[in-house]
Every structure is written in structure tokens, then in C-alpha cells.
């Protein structure tokens, strides 16, 4: 299994969790207007008893076709948020030592047996934690090779940029996701919507 898998594993994993909550949610505001619905039926049902038997069953329908509705908007827009925050930049902005610990993994991933650079965007150089450079430097010696942090900062919002002899390979998050975003959409879709 590549780093990338195990990204999206993790990925779909979380977006799992919260599509769990967001449908537990829905249920809850489904339960609330069918409840509603029965309170109105009860006080209808006071005034006339043949008028309320109407009343309620077509209040029901209704009541439980409107809250069908609702919850299945609510949770179809919930999911396709979840899918573009997920495909989009929104690791960027994860818990800060999971996502240097991704950022472990994708380094294990595509660091090549030799020595070179690695810069990461501006951002993660202001938040980089504490034997963070020792830590890139044992995965590069694992994998045969040498990495150091460049002085300079990427352009880039997440990821990082590994630099060989002057030729720069891109592994910022944007580029790996653009590269991956239907696939991923794909599993994301089957893993959401089945």
C-alpha cells in the first residue's frame, strides 16, 4: 500500500466518521419533525375526531415525506462538502502533529537514495515541531539518501518540495492531490454514497 493510499485510507476513515455524525444529526432532525407532526395531530384530533383521522395520516405523509427530504439533502450536502474539503487543501489546516506524521510518511515515500533539499511552504516552516529536520534526515538515510530543510520557503500551502541537484519534484499537497483527485473522488463517492 502506498503513502497515498494510506492518505486516503485515513482520509476516508475520517470522512466516514463524519458522514456517521452527520446522518445521526439528520435522524435526529427527522425524529423532531415527525414528533412536531404527531403534537399537531394531537391537537387537531381534540377538535374532531373523523376531521383528525384525516388530518393526521395526511400530516404523517407528509410530515415523514418532508423530513425524508430534508435528510436526504442534508446528508447528500454534507457528504459533497466532505468530499471537497477532503480533495481540496483542508489537510492543510489538520492537527499540527498529524500532519507533520503524514508528511513523515509522504517523505518515506518519495525521497530518492541521494542527497538534496527539502523545502517545505512558509507556513510549515513557522510550525515545524522540534527535531523535525533530524527526523527527515533519519527517513532519507533510511531510504539510502540525504535530506536537509532549504534555507527558503516553497510556494506552496502544504506538502513540500524535494530538491536533487538542482531538478525539484513536487509533492505538495495540491500537486498530489490534483494528480489524484478522481480516483479519489471516486472511492470517496462509493465509500459515501453505498
Do not use: W
Amino acid at each position: 500500500m502506498t503513502g497515498l493510499e494510506k492518505i486516503v485510507e485515513q482520509i476516508l476513515e475520517e470522512a466516514n466518521t463524519q458522514s456517521d455524525m452527520i446522518l445521526e444529526d439528520a435522524q435526529k432532525k427527522a425524529d423532531q419533525i415527525i414528533e412536531d407532526a404527531k403534537v399537531e395531530a394531537d391537537k387537531i384530533k381534540a377538535g374532531s375526531a373523523e376531521k383528525v383521522s384525516h388530518v393526521k395520516a395526511d400530516g404523517m405523509a407528509r410530515a415523514k415525506s418532508s423530513a425524508d427530504l430534508k435528510k436526504r439533502q442534508t446528508v447528500l450536502k454534507a457528504k459533497q462538502e466532505i468530499i471537497n474539503e477532503v480533495i481540496g487543501n483542508g489537510m492543510i489546516d489538520m492537527e499540527v502533529d498529524r500532519y507533520f506524521h503524514m508528511m513523515e510518511r509522504m517523505i518515506g515515500n518519495a525521497v530518492q537514495p541521494k542527497s538534496g533539499q527539502i523545502s517545505f511552504s512558509a507556513k510549515d516552516m513557522e510550525r515545524l515541531p522540534a527535531g523535525f529536520a533530524k527526523r527527515v534526515s533519519e527517513i532519507a538515510k533510511a531510504h539510502g539518501g540525504d535530506l536537509t530543510l532549504a534555507d527558503k520557503a516553497s510556494d506552496i500551502d502544504g506538502g513540500f518540495i524535494l530538491i536533487y541537484g538542482g531538478i525539484e519534484e513536487n509533492c505538495s499537497l495540491a500537486a498530489m492531490f490534483h494528480a489524484q483527485k478522481e480516483e479519489m473522488a471516486d472511492k470517496l463517492n462509493s465509500l459515501l454514497f453505498t
